[in-house]
């Protein structure tokens, strides 16, 4: 006997396949008209017809009532863990106040640093698990959290040791990476090389505790240079991380092609990528995260080209930004409509891009992002009748429920959301 049924299934996007999906393969999604789907074990261990599911039997039924289900969604670059806010800025920017001039006035990323700095485990904790249960009740089954705020051993290791706590205590799984290369600390900006020094010491440690599975550095004008980004991520990799990259957010300084050049599983941000590193990208394994949420937040109307990457073959993912300056936002929903929107990306392009590829750009690809037997019944159920609904109704949430490892943990007339 199983252990749920999932019946009346009117979409059932499966995903299934093998590896990532890219370019052209992008444009048309695996899926099962009136299907239903068996739980045993926290696992799917079986796909069919509702005619086939009327001989099963099952400890819990689920009807879907027609609408679609989907494997859980995939958030692959969030700032998860950081204390504070900095709603007051907005006004700033609305006045034409520039983030150089916000940066002055102690504002910007150095706001959130002294904010996390100050703040305790405990207090981080708290608040990274209310963000979290609202990630959650938007569909999202696993999430990567990226330290950053610190930019000092103590608190860097301290938004570290928060997200190993919640991937150990919440539904959501947490794939740490660590930061600590985000922004030039003011006691170091005259001697960066020094800094970048500290924090590959600190990875001893990060590795020792098991901290951290990923290495990430802000490779961009003002900040760390790609020969500084090559040198600190080959450090990194000697010591057993993967790496990512914060690459071309702004300026095309070669972030897109030391990505491919260093094998770095994603390269993120890429709104002034080059045709050249996009072409160079297209033609490797790492993965394009693209966050139209930011470019959408700071308003200068330029977004990553996404139509480039994918018509040359790229694999695509998208993910939040999900932080306190420049994405204030847990909803992938809303940045499904912004990637629909500003990105001119198809509906079936913005599937594969928050659920097997954003799994991908996570080392999560074996576990996450397809329902197939066998693996994590991670699945969402919506309140939509197909899949072209969700980014085309935009602002609010469609999720009715969500299960990770086949039990719910998130359903809607139960409160914003309730994690069991």
Known sequence: MLDTLIVNIGQLLTMEGDGPVKG????????IEHAALGIKNGRVAWIGSNEEAEKMSASYIIDAEGKLVTPGLVDPHTHLVFAGSREHELSLKQQGISYLDILKQGGGILSTVRATRAASEEELYEKARGHLDRILSY???????????????ETELKQLRVAKRLNETHPVEVVSTFLGAHAIPL???NHPDDFLQQMVDLMDV??????????????????FSVEQSRIFLQQAKEKGFAVKIHADEIDPLGGTELAVEVGAVSADHLVGASIAGIHQLAHS??????LPGTSFYLGKGTYANARAMIDQGAAVALATDFNPGSSPTENLQFIMTLAALYLRMTPEEIWHAVTINAAYAVNRGHEAGRIMIGRK?????????NYMY???HYGINHVRMVLKNGKVVSERGKGDVSVS
């Open 24 to 31: 052209e393969q992008m444009k048309s999604l695996p899926l």
């Open 139 to 153: 569909g999202v089954t696993t999430v990567e959290a990226k330290s950053g705020y610190g930019l000092d051993v």
């Open 187 to 189: 006691e170091y900006q």
């Open 206 to 223: 990060m590795k020792r505790e098991r901290l951290a599975e990923f290495v990430d550095i802000f490779c961009e004008t003002g900040v």
């Open 285 to 290: 394994n790492t993965i394009a995260v693209l």
């Open 377 to 385: 019944a991670d699945i969402v159920l919506w309140e939509a009748p």
């Open 390 to 392: 969700v980014p085309y």
